[in-house]
């Protein structure tokens, strides 16, 4: 056990109030523009001195019907004089923290909370109690943290936070990435999991796993949840994902198909270690019916947010009812779950490399941890494709540049899983089909709430998928 395990209640109090007040204004924080009421503050220090410590903030937004609990990990470091280097991650200033003045800063830019964070799992050490705590776990045959490492906040973020932690100048340790899961469920996150499968069976189209850190909590309901707080794993220095890879070739008029082929030969064979490694259940008439319930929602409701949707509602509804119909499908089996250009490393040593295997962040972890259809991957970066390809000037030029993406990509995809969407009227390509429209619908909605100058990306897959 490392550390002090109880905290003082009237300091829990107004650090609770100072974080309402802050939370809020964050990128990982999920209900923006909600009233935020505190119902609990559970936190326990990290290191001897206390000055690293884990917050778990429940907070419930909204009101009424409306009103949402949710459980936040709030990394700080507590000091006892203003720290200057830390300036921009001050978060206040409070005249009494267990028992002296504290200046509280955002963890993650702090090295003093990385550090932490390391020594748990490096050592294998907990700290805490049986109520809040946390215990850090080395992977078997994982890499070792960095010793007197340097630390770094990666920009660009939103639902967790991630820490890149380098060795000293001229150490061969590998440099690590340390990614902090900031909405707390129960149960272990799907990134953890499915990663260290995939690396545990030697596949190398992921980073290779250090370790994590799980815990306990309080839930919103007053019972103990446990779950995973943080991933440490490979960080690719020098790579580039795989959308400024593919925007910058259409930036210079270059094509990108032997690169989405790449890309469709690594996520078939990922696809292929996970059905391997996991477990899979059968596509059965029931779970396909369920998915086309779904599916058929989403269509309704869209058309009903966008009125623009309405004159595909008929044939986008005869799309998703075709699932119902269908036979032979793939076994549903553990997926990517968020897939797009954004998620994918091009490493001059190992090709491209999968990222964030957490599934979509707003949706209940446990729904991110069942089987699905590995075709929603591809329909995720096939949409992807298609955005890239808007940021070229020339809308004929897009559309050809896609068309030899989406080729390419499922040419490969098929040679290395034996599912072929291109096969008209088979199982995969009517899957496919609906799967791909789901999504272009949701991106309608999303870009005339928030983009209307991007709306056309997403109605010009519409109106394909539904000729």
């Known amino acids: 056990m490392t550390g002090p395990v109880t905290t003082d209640p009237a300091s829990d109090a107004a650090l609770g109030r100072l974080l309402v007040e802050w939370a809020p204004r964050q990128r990982w924080f999920a209900h923006k523009g909600a009233s935020v009421h505190l119902e609990r503050l559970e936190r326990t220090p990290l290191d001897e001195g206390g000055v690293a410590q884990l917050v778990a903030l429940t907070v419930r937004t909204g009101a009424g019907e409306d009103a949402t609990s949710t459980v936040y990990a709030v990394p700080l470091t507590v000091r006892h004089a203003p720290d200057d280097s830390l300036a921009p991650a001050l978060v206040g200033h409070l005249p009494d923290v267990d028992g002296a003045q504290a200046w509280v800063y955002d963890g993650p830019h702090d090295p003093t ?11 294998e050490e907990g700290a805490g109690s049986a109520t809040f705590g946390v215990h850090g776990t080395s992977a078997d045959g994982g890499l070792p943290v960095p010793d007197g490492a340097r630390t770094k906040v990666l920009g660009g973020e939103q639902s967790n936070t991630s820490i890149v932690v380098s060795a000293p100048e001229g ?5 690590l990435i340390a990614k902090v899961f900031r909405v707390l469920n129960a149960g272990d996150n799907p990134d953890v999991v499915v990663q260290t499968a995939l690396a545990g069976a030697g596949c190398e189209r992921v980073p290779r796993p250090a370790g994590w850190v799980d815990g306990q909590w309080t839930a919103p309901d007053g019972s103990t949840a446990h779950g995973h707080l943080a991933h440490l794993t490979e960080f690719l220095a020098g790579s580039q994902d ?43 008439p029931e779970r396909l019916g369920v998915l086309a319930d779904g599916l058929a929602a989403r269509v309704a409701w869209a058309c009903s947010a966008v009125p623009q949707l309405r004159e595909f509602a008929a044939a986008a509804t005869g ?31 190992r090709g491209w490399v999968l990222l964030d295997f957490e599934g979509e962040p707003l ?28 940021t070229g000037p ?13 080729e390419a990509f499922l040419a490969a995809y098929a040679a290395g899983t034996g599912v072929d969407p291109r096969e008209e009227g088979s199982a995969a390509a009517t899957l496919l089909a609906a799967l791909e429209l789901d999504k272009a619908l949701y991106e309608v909605v999303y870009e005339v709430r928030n983009r209307p100058d991007w709306s056309h990306i997403p109605l010009g897959a519409v109106r394909r998928l539904t000729s």
């Open 171 to 175: 150490s061969q340790q590998t440099p």
């Open 319 to 349: 799309r998703v009812d075709a699932v119902r119909r269908v036979g032979g499908a793939p076994d549903l089996q553990r997926v990517h779950g968020d897939y797009h250009l954004g998620q994918v490393l091009r490493s001059a040593e």
């Open 242 to 284: 795989a959308w400024r890879v593919a925007t910058a070739a259409v930036a210079a008029d270059r094509g990108f198909s032997a690169e989405a082929g790449e890309l469709g030969a690594a996520t078939a064979e990922v696809h292929a270690v996970l059905a391997r490694e996991l477990p899979t259940e059968p596509a059965t």
């Open 394 to 406: 020339d809308p004929a030029a897009a559309e050809r540049w896609a068309a030899a993406c989406r």
């Open 113 to 123: 909370f990385t550090r932490a964070l390391l020594t748990l799992v490096a050592g």
């Open 363 to 390: 949706r209940p972890l446990a729904e991110r941890s069942v089987p699905d259809l590995a075709l929603r991957d591809v329909a995720g970066m096939l949409r992807s494709f298609d955005y890239a390809a808007a």
